[in-house]
């Protein structure tokens, strides 16, 4: 290769690699949960035992993270990671899409209230969540919906509803034990707690500017915030974490698992904004049809080696 063009090719390259810095990524930060071999819960059902160390998002996706997501793959949105409810539904008015297909664009919706963008997705069904989860796994690369970017990584989409996370994952769906240990279990005293607030007592209600060290987002009697944005954002109960450090595990969105459930289901657990206290505990497990996203209060977080 000659001179010229040797220094050309690196040029090249540079410029790709600049251009990946210089885009929008979603970003998280990370709660390590260590311990490997802890025990289950006795009395939460056997759940919560992890042989190894991994991490778990501190908070769930937000409508921001989305965005960046669907502007990076979903031009043409072909396997329907954008939901019409995500724009102006009764209960979520988060993110906005304009265009046509092809050529779409997303953004934090701003057209009735400014402030979205911290708050939790909603409107994801459980197939979103995998396909947002091989996006993170394959380096947030831009292009359409296919093995490069959402197809293929962490989980083989083509399986339908068999897919399994496969190995040498990077960023997942957290399992059922993984999210629960990282919700209830205190490594320092090795024992778990009922609550996602590092209690046994039930979390109040407050709304996050009063939170006691022991507060969450659901319904009790009321909603904490009501129209038009239901959920709080993200960690905003900074005083009521889990022992890992991470928010919102009970109460704010029903999050996804990998769990499944009577053969078809897949699993939900932490409650929602929208329930009573009783969907809070540790001993509350749920379920839903994993291509469901008709829900103001279904969302997730991701976890990672």
Known sequence: MNKLL??????????????????????????????PGNPDDVHGDGYGSVGYQYSIATTEVTAAQYVE???????TDTYGLYNTG?????NYKGIKRTG???SYVYSVNTDFQPDWANRPVAYVSWYDTLRFANWLHNGQLTGAQDAT?????AYDMSLGASVVRLAGAEYWLPSEDEWYKAAYYDPVLSVYYDYATGTDTTPNNNIPTNDTGNSANY??????????YYSTEVGAYDESESPYGTYDQSGNVWEWNEALISGVNRGLRGGSWNNDAIYLPSSNRDVYFPPTSEAGALGFRVASS
């Open 86 to 90: 995500m724009y102006n539904s009764t």
């Open 100 to 102: 046509s297909s092809g």
């Open 69 to 75: 997501f669907l502007n990076a793959v979903a031009a």
């Open 219 to 228: 319904y009790d009697g009321g909603h904490v915030l009501g129209s038009p």
């Open 149 to 153: 970017t959402t197809e293929y990584g």
């Open 6 to 35: 040797k220094i050309s090719c690196c040029l090249a390259i540079a410029t790709v690699v600049l251009n990946a810095l210089n885009a929008e990524a979603a970003t998280f930060d990370w709660a390590i949960i260590g311990n």
